[in-house]
């Protein structure tokens, strides 16, 4: 494909999936956004509605907003803003609940550190897109919340979660799927992706060497110098839960990481994970089928792959693989891109009522899950497509 043709579809793509969300996801009726749109397009009024999921829509909009400069789009982002900042936002504690009814009263009011930092990642992007200091000084309450609640002082690292009062709380797990561990992979990656977009705008010296010493916390704990891929799950004294092999989380940090090290400008850390960025993406490709796409997860202690594709490490790849050739200039991860962005489009996009599917089965049947929810909302595909129009154009 001709790259100027394939720019012009994700172009289109990246404003198919906004468009979707502008039309389909407003609550009128409570306020916010639907909780839970499924995959038959049915909007569920009465579904909880996640901190992520603002989270996210809000980070999302913004973003697109300082790409578009459509007004339309940072007022989907204040819309988001507004509601996490009267309804998700505890001022008591200065923490986040993790959800809330959709009459906007608080349900399960835990501090899950997974969801206060991507709070920070679209307050600051917000701030960055607005201007409005409000959101900026909110960010970094959150940033501050995190330090001092979920820092492991004696072992580094940060811990999960903790109810309303920042007491500990038995479990733990960002989902049912989840070890029940004190500290994972996944709440580390997302709390750099934070500490990073919030020192773009507030360039604070603490929360630079907080950037650093996570990046140097990851290197040292989850990042696999045997395989390439990430350890997932660890207690509180580093021994490791063994897991899967998430081939979207491999590849999503190849990229990210790399990113945030940049962001701190330590060149030791930028030379380390750029390096770290090619080999991680080339472990990825163990998780590539003969059809461009890419599978969910794999289990080696078992020997199983989890033979679903779903939608989020299909737009994680397409980032991963453009970096890895930005780095080495090898059309080899180009093309890997081009034929997954071909498989994407053929059986991840709803290009008839849009946004992405969750995924298919290994006989390619949709997965009947959310069109839009809890863990289903425009920041991984959003995010893939701007990163990509940025990276190619």
Known sequence: MIFSTLLQEIEQELHHIIDYWSAHSIDEKNGGFIGEIDYKEHKNYDAEKGSVMYARILWTYSAVYTATKNYDHLKVAERAFN????????????????????????????NQIYALAFAVYGLSEFYKASGNKEALDLAI??????LSHSYDQRNK??????????EEISDMRLSEKDANEKKTMNTHLHIVEAFANLYLVWKNEELKQNIIDILETIDQYFVDKNTWHLKLFFDENWNEKQDVISYGHDIEAAWLLQWCAEISEDKNLIEQYQNYAVKMTDATLEGLDSDGGLWYEFNPQENHLIAEKHWWPQ????????????LTKDEKYLNYFE???????????????????WGIDRNYHHIRKDKAGFWKCPYHNGRACLEIIKRLA
């Open 141 to 146: 309450t959150l940033y501050q919340s995190i």
């Open 83 to 110: 509601e996490i900042k009267t309804k998700f936002y505890n001022p008591e504690e200065k923490g986040l609940y993790w959800s809330i009814h959709p009459d906007g009263s608080p349900k399960d009011t835990k």
């Open 339 to 357: 034929k997954n962005f071909e498989f994407t489009k053929k059986y991840i996009i709803d290009s008839q009522k849009g946004e992405w599917f």
């Open 157 to 166: 690292g940060y811990f999960e979660a903790y109810n309303q009062n920042w």
């Open 315 to 326: 737009a994680e790849f397409w980032i991963g693989f453009v970096n890895a050739y930005e």
